[in-house]
């Protein structure tokens, strides 16, 4: 007992050394507890290893690997735990001990690692991560105490593989990811529409068929391009068996998941008894939702028993995905055998249906002990008594299952979307649309503030998904989760009162040249200089605010169109906007460029800075840069970053400005968004009303979405006539038709800046 009081006085003294020290060091997810210590450990050849376990040869051979590949020798198991210069590896089998948790000891002469054997693999990651750099046969790392644990125990990566497929060995080097930032759970998105990616040895065509496309989309969504290559590609059962053996090593649970009952095509491609109409399908070329789905017959639900009972075999995870997300009604509405199946189960529609098919196979598949998860529509029309629900159109899904006691990961699009831009498009390869930068993933907290104490314990903790349709290689998955991978590390693994995101980012750059060394293709966005307009306190006049971390280097701006460099204008206040703008910065560290130039155009019109008011306001998860966005004379990105637009789902927008004063104008322009994968649609019409008291409107003029620009700006130009206020009447598109992504369910509709001269 006085030996940890006397631990705890020096650690209570130590910790504003640790917090000026220890955080520089160059691990990622940053430990919870860590002091630094004088001295230092000499690895080199003649260190030696030891462990008491055999469970942990297997890490053995794991952290020798590593230093072959690193640094040209490896170090000799011995049976003595005694000697000096030696690390030494004890498995600890206590049940007080925390999962997953490890203590760590650099001293001059031993390295001590303690921990279950997910801990003693997670303190070699740190080890590893201490190396970092060091390539010589001499490595020094320094004296340090480590005790750690994980915050979550769901600390998971997703990657599509059936948009675009990938091969073992990339899967291989996506889990050495993983495992290097200490998160445990590969989720492996194995069928869709576009791709049935496993061998199913009762149902060969899944692969013969399924597997195969006869042409790929390419390009942007709305341009409907299409190539006529055969691609395709699945795994199996061996490759699987190997993958499966492989993440294990890594103290990482693959979470396989097979979609129903929508997202099926690649399915009734090769099958066609499972849809309702039996009509031949060719295996999805486009991305999006598609309207055929699983049939709820008998048929259907004995193939779908005798698929899973092969991936049980194959994978040994708690739970199986089951998909549930956007699964279209269309065909269960005009199908006789569903329709007597919701009169027979005395089911109220079609979304009670999908619930009665989630829990006839959740069912199934808890006879053979396994547990199902699915994506947050699982929740419509009743959730199925023991699922786990993954919560990725925001967090209510969550919110609702973990208060009705049901485990909850969280994976909401907001944070946790790593198909997003991560950077302003215009810097970036084409993605799908969204923002999610390195510092919004950092951002993120798994645990909702509508929870109480009780219902927090059902959030198990979050995951990224990467979502492939725009991904269409090894370089690109890369490039889209790196180093989000390693921000989304710390929020599951570092407690919330140790993270600190200036402290991370030098760690980050620290880790950049691991990253290097493994040759990883990671996005260098971190460096992008974030611009934001406000107003003064009497909305006078409008700033410009650059914005870059401090640790990584200083702004230079231009404003005459020339690329900055150090001779530049140093950033230091805001730069007051008059007129029209065209801004370039870059951000110089030590005299060296880091990231790119960028540039951003403004320009101040009779709408800037006005007031609006709306009749309807927007959806709370398309307001997040609020009224203001639409007159700041900043026109938002197309593609969409979302906190630069906001949007209506299954509403129209009225809107009224008032511009302060009387005064002629003879133009007005508003900005709208067609995404038609993302179920964003341009207004069917939009109607301009000018008044000069805000009560007595007069119609100027009615646009059809035929007569919106190609740039999807609605613009209105009228006879020069004086008013105060503009009202402008946009119609929502409605429910999206037959045949669209999102089938029968209501259209967004997203607007922009508006400009009036």
């Avoid at 735990?81 to 030696?86: A, R, T, Y």
């Avoid at 390539?135 to 125990?153: Q, Y």
């Avoid at 460099?565 to 065209?582: C, D, F, H, M, R």
């Amino acid at each position: 007992m006085i030996k940890q009081f006397i631990l705890y006085l020096f650690i209570l003294s130590t910790k504003f050394y640790f917090a000026q020290t220890a955080i520089t060091l160059p691990i990622i997810p940053l430990p919870n507890k860590c002091i630094l210590q004088n001295g230092e450990f000499i690895l080199s050849p003649k260190t030696t290893i030891y462990c008491n376990d055999k469970r942990l040869l297997n890490h053995i051979n794991y952290f020798n690997d590593y230093l072959k590949k690193n640094n040209q020798f490896e170090l000799i198991i011995i049976k003595d735990s005694s000697k000096i210069n030696s690390i030494i590896l004890e498995c600890i089998n206590d049940q007080n001990q925390i999962n997953e948790s490890y203590h760590l000891l650099i001293s001059s002469n031993k390295i001590t690692i303690k921990g279950d054997t997910a801990g003693v693999f997670y303190a070699l990651q740190s080890l590893i991560q201490l190396i970092n750099n060091q390539t010589s046969n001499i490595i020094k790392l320094p004296c340090l105490i480590i005790n750690d644990e994980p915050a979550f125990k769901w600390r998971g990566m997703h990657l599509d593989v059936s948009r675009h497929f990938f091969p073992i060995s990339f899967i291989k080097r996506y889990i050495d990811f993983l495992s290097l930032y200490k998160l445990n759970v590969f989720h492996w998105h194995l069928t869709d529409d576009q791709g049935w990616r496993i061998e199913i040895k009762k149902y060969p065509k899944l692969t013969q068929i399924g597997a195969f496309r006869k042409g790929t989309m390419f390009g942007k969504y709305s341009d409907s391009n299409y190539d006529t290559i055969n691609y395709g590609g699945y795994y199996t059962q061996e490759e699987i068996k190997d993958v499966v053996a492989y993440a294990q090593k890594r103290q990482i649970t693959i979470l396989p998941e097979i979609e129903m009952p929508g997202h099926s095509q690649a399915a009734i491609a090769s099958y066609p008894f499972l849809s309702c109409n039996g009509n031949p399908q060719e295996v999805a070329k486009g991305w999006g939702v598609f309207e055929d789905v699983f049939c709820t017959k008998d048929s259907t639900f004995q193939f779908l028993k005798d698929v899973l009972d092969e991936v049980i075999i194959l994978f040994p995870g708690k739970y199986i995905h089951i998909g549930g997300d956007e699964c279209p009604k269309t065909r269960w509405k005009k199908c006789i055998h569903c329709q007597s199946i919701i009169k027979k189960e005395n089911l109220k529609d079609e979304h009670e249906l999908q619930s009665y098919f989630i829990k006839r196979v959740e069912k199934y598949l808890n006879s053979k002990g396994r547990q199902i998860i699915g994506w947050d529509e699982i929740l419509e029309g009743g959730l199925a008594p023991n699922a786990a629900v993954m919560s990725w159109r925001g967090e209510d899904g969550g919110i609702a299952a973990a208060k009705d006691n049901h485990p909850v990961v969280m994976s909401p699009g907001t944070h946790c979307y790593f198909d997003h831009y991560q950077a302003s498009p215009s810097d970036e390869p084409l993605a799908i649309g969204g923002f999610t930068s390195l510092e919004k993933v950092y951002s993120y907290n798994p645990i909702p503030k509508e929870l109480n104490e009780e219902q927090k314990k059902y959030i198990m903790g979050a995951q990224a998904n990467v979502w492939t349709e725009y991904i269409l290689n090894e370089k690109q998955v890369e490039y889209m989760s790196m180093p989000r991978m390693a921000a989304l590390s710390e929020v599951l693994w570092t407690h919330k009162e140790n993270k600190n995101e200036t402290n991370f980012l030098i760690r980050l750059q620290k880790h950049f040249t691991l990253l290097d060394n493994l040759k990883v293709n990671y996005a260098k966005a971190l460096f992008q200089i974030n611009y934001k307009i406000r107003n003064d306190i009497n909305k006078q006049k409008l700033f410009i605010e650059l914005n870059a971390n401090s640790s990584l280097g200083d702004i230079y701006y231009s404003l005459d169109g020339s690329d900055p460099n150090i001779n530049s204008i140093k950033y230091n206040t805001p730069i007051e906007l008059k007129g029209q703008v065209n801004i370039k910065t870059a951000l110089y560290k030590n005299g060296q460029l880091k990231g790119k130039v960028a540039s951003r155009q403004y320009q101040i019109n009779k709408a800037t800075n006005k007031t609006i008011v709306f009749k309807t306001p927007p959806s709370k998860y398309y307001n997040t840069g609020g009224y203001f966005t639409l007159i700041n004379g900043e026109s938002a990105t197309v593609p969409r970053i979302n906190d630069q637009w906001l949007g209506w789902s299954g509403q129209d927008i009225e809107l009224v400005i008032n511009l302060d004063k009387s005064q002629e104008i003879s133009n007005l322009e508003i900005g709208f968004l067609k995404e038609e994968l993302n179920w964003i649609y341009l207004p069917l019409e939009v109607t301009l009303y000018l008044s000069d008291d805000g009560i007595n409107f007069s119609e100027i003029e009615n646009l059809k979405s035929t007569q919106i620009k190609e740039d999807r700006v609605a613009c209105f130009n009228f006879k020069k006539q004086k008013a105060m206020y503009a009202k402008i009447i946009a119609k929502n598109y409605g429910k999206i038709l037959s045949g669209k992504p999102g089938a029968g369910e209501n259209s967004w509709l997203f607007c922009d800046e508006i400009k009036i001269n």
